[in-house]
């Protein structure tokens, strides 16, 4: 055993660091199925409390849906629990294929490859797609696993202004010698809850003979009249060459992702994207399940205009009880409190009152930009809205911040 | 020469990395990554503009976050490279 007091005492030490950066995170034990209601052991060891579910990507409300949960039971019974593979040896199934068939289609693209999550198909995909001679031109503000997956690729780097278009213009244009360019955006960002302008940046693509890639794990399934995503809200089905996206938020929320967008690519990322090489297959109950919710949401669009219906009520609401949010159209709503203290303290209490959120801070938003986000979801009904808002009420009281602008904020409590 | 240098980057830092109505000032001695103006994901573009404007290389294991850490500390670092 060479696990010296040496090393011991470094690994211990970081951990302190982080304890003491306020970066330490603690894991609440739900002893429930996902939903709007929830039982939480929090602290742990304190009994469980039942609190409404304010911050998971449930967006539809279809992690323990019944008809969800019996294709899964149906797809354990038929096609067994573990492939014991990767997909090229012998871990495909034919519902493997069934699917990736059914998310092209859902997604308007030419193929699609399943991975095991997004942040792996985010992970293979530039480096299958890009060399020395490329550029990746990314906006700043997107996921952790797409900065990852830059890493990864040889391509040189560029990154423009969140959502600003003149910046991601003069990127263009600093890169015209390369031989391929990709703009790199998430479609709906997850702390701010805002939408890349996909219409614009498309037609930049265009100009400049650009290629581009989204990924929408926070839209689909929702964003758009018919649920296909940012790429269908900003009405530029069609155009975007590679869209990764995730089955572990809004599609049923158990595991898995995928590449879709020209076949070319998603042929290329079977044949050398290595997460996709190097990992298990996606289970067949999850894969099962899929299918079902891909299946749910191509029948009707009653899922996501409710969460549409549900999210307008709460921002109106929300604003009209004097918070400063951060305006838009998407089920994550930011409310702006700017002090990271603040959040943490107005976080824990409205836990108290039953309303399970989460505060944001420095590092992993913008220093000054604390914040409770909170995310709407398809299975909230409104009373449970109304609940929300009325905790909230209760607890801006508290703090004497309600109706106050972010200036006002920050006089009192600092950044 | 040492003046129009600072100005320099402090001018490349508002534009590139600072919206317009920020609000934050920033001179030689501001904290630039370890206050977020600009994250180290982010960085590799004032390398660029570092190399190309002075016609240098930075081997990537002197480019550290420290290094670029301020105004004050990225003239430290390219006085390595070029006289100034």
Do not use: W
């Amino acid at each position: 055993m060479a696990y010296s007091e040496k090393a011991r005492n470094f690994y211990g030490n970081e951990l302190k660091g982080i304890r003491q950066g306020g970066l330490y995170k603690e894991e609440r034990y739900i002893e429930s199925p996902q939903g709007a209601n929830i039982k939480v052991e929090f602290p742990m060891g304190s009994s469980t409390k039942q609190v409404i579910n304010f911050c998971a990507n449930n967006y539809l409300g279809l992690s323990s849906h019944p008809d969800v949960v019996k294709a899964a039971h149906e797809g354990l019974e038929t096609r067994g629990y573990g492939m014991s593979s990767v997909r090229f040896i012998c871990g495909t199934q034919d519902i493997h294929r069934e699917l990736e068939n059914k998310l092209t289609e859902f997604l308007g693209t030419e193929d699609t490859v399943l991975f095991p999550s997004c942040m792996e198909a985010n992970a293979g995909l530039f480096e299958v797609m890009l060399d020395k001679e490329d550029a990746m031109i990314s906006d700043r503000l997107v996921h952790a696993s797409i900065v990852d997956g830059m890493r990864l690729c040889k391509a040189q780097l560029f990154n423009y202004k969140h959502n600003n278009m003149a910046h991601l213009e003069e990127k263009l244009q600093e890169t015209q010698n390369c031989r391929f360019r990709l703009i790199i955006t998430d479609g709906a960002f997850s702390m701010d809850g805002d939408i890349a302008p996909l219409d614009k940046i498309c037609e930049l693509a265009e100009k400049y003979d650009a290629m581009v890639m989204v990924d929408d794990s926070h839209a689909t399934g929702f964003m758009g009249k018919t649920g296909r995503g940012t790429h269908e809200h900003c009405g530029v089905m069609g155009k975007i060459d590679a869209i990764t996206t995730t089955l572990g938020k809004a599609l049923g929320g158990a595991a898995g992702g995928c590449v879709s967008g020209r076949k070319e690519i998603v042929e290329l990322c079977r044949q050398r994207a290595r997460p996709y090489l190097f990992s298990n297959t996606v289970p067949p109950v999850v894969v099962a399940a899929s299918i079902k919710v891909i299946d749910l949401l191509s029948k009707t669009t009653e899922r996501r205009d409710k969460l549409e219906r549900n999210t307008k009520y709460f921002r109106d609401k929300i604003k009209e009880a004097g918070f400063d949010i951060k305006e838009g159209v998407h089920p994550i709503v930011p409310i702006m409190l700017y002090n990271a203290k603040l959040a943490q303290d107005m976080a824990r209490d409205l836990y108290h009152e039953g309303i399970y959120v989460i505060g944001f801070s420095f590092p992993v938003v913008p220093q000054g930009q604390a914040r409770i986000r909170v995310q709407i979801s398809a299975d909230h009904e409104i009373e449970h809205i109304d609940k929300a808002i009325a905790a909230f009420t209760k607890v801006g009281a508290k703090y004497n911040i309600l109706g106050k602008k972010r200036d006002e904020i920050i006089a009192a409590y600092g950044m | 020469m040492a003046e129009d240098i600072k100005k320099l980057i402090i001018d490349y830092v508002k534009k590139e990395y600072l919206e317009e109505d920020s609000g934050i000032d920033v001179n030689e001695n501001t904290k630039l990554i370890s206050s977020g103006i600009v994250d180290s994901f982010s960085m590799v573009s004032l390398k660029m503009f570092l190399e190309k404007k002075f016609s240098i290389k930075i081997p990537d294991e002197k480019a550290t976050p420290e290094a670029f850490d301020s105004v004050n500390n990225i003239i430290n670092l390219l006085k390595e490279y070029v006289k100034l």
